[in-house]
C-alpha cells in the first residue's frame, strides 16, 4: 500500500507541478553557473547507495559532501534564488523522480550522506535502514536539523516501529506546517547540548 501511494502521488504531484518544475529550472539556469539538479550520494534501503536529486541551491563551488548545517559560512555558498528554495523546501522537488524510481518514499528517515557513519550504523542497530528513506519524516516534524544525531536515530526507530498509513498522512499534513513557517531548518554550524536535547525528546 506504502508502494502504491508512492507510485500514483509522485507521479499525479510531477504532472501537476511541471510548469513550476520548469520555471524553477529556468530561474536556476539563467541566475548561476553550474547544473539545475544537484546529486549527492546518500544510503537507502538496506544500505544501497543511490543519488538524490535537488535543485542546486548552492554555487558549484561548495564542499559537495558536507551536510549544510555543518558548513561554517553558509550563506556564503547558498545563491540568491536557493535561499527562496531552500526556505520553501522547494529545492526537494526533484526528489519526486527519486520516489518513482523506487528509491526514496513520501514518509520516511531523511537518506544520511554516505560519509555519515555514525548516523548509518546507529540506524543498522536499530533496524531504520531496512526501510525507504524519505522527503520527510518523524525526525523532520520534530526538529529537523537542530536534532543531535542520537536523537534523531530515536525518532526513526520511534517511526519504523509504529508505521501505519494515518501516521503517515499525519507527517505528511505536520509537514507542510513545518515547512510554511521554516521550522527547525539550521543554516551552518551549531553548537548542540546533546544530553539535554536527549532527556526532552518526547515520540
Do not use: C
Request: aromatic share 12%.
Amino acid at each position: 500500500m506504502k508502494r502504491s501511494f508512492d507510485l500514483f502521488f509522485s507521479m499525479i504531484l510531477i504532472i501537476l507541478l511541471s510548469l513550476l518544475i520548469l520555471a524553477i529550472t529556468l530561474v536556476i539556469r539563467l541566475s548561476s553557473k553550474g547544473p539545475v539538479i544537484f546529486k549527492q550520494r546518500r544510503i537507502g534501503k538496506d544500505k544501497r547507495e543511490f543519488n538524490i536529486y535537488k535543485f542546486r541551491s548552492m554555487y558549484i563551488d561548495t564542499p559537495k559532501d558536507v551536510p549544510t548545517h555543518l558548513l561554517d559560512k553558509p550563506d556564503a555558498f547558498i545563491t540568491p534564488v536557493g535561499k527562496i528554495l531552500r526556505k520553501t523546501s522547494l529545492d526537494e522537488l526533484p526528489q519526486l523522480f527519486n520516489i518513482l524510481k523506487g528509491e526514496m518514499s513520501f514518509v520516511g528517515p531523511r537518506p544520511a550522506l554516505y560519509n555519515q557513519y555514525d548516523l548509518i550504523e546507529l540506524r543498522e542497530k536499530e533496524g531504520v535502514n531496512k526501510i525507504r528513506p524519505g522527503i520527510t519524516g518523524w525526525a523532520q516534524i520534530n526538529g529537523r536539523d537542530e536534532l543531535p544525531i542520537p536523537v534523531k536515530v530515536e525518532y526513526d526507530k520511534y517511526y519504523v516501529k509504529n508505521y501505519s498509513f494515518l501516521l503517515d498522512i499525519k507527517i505528511i499534513f505536520k509537514t507542510f506546517f513545518s515547512v510554511l513557517f521554516a521550522k527547525g531548518v539550521v543554516e551552518g554550524r551549531q553548537e548542540v547540548e546533546i544530553e539535554e536535547k536527549e532527556k526532552s525528546v518526547k515520540v
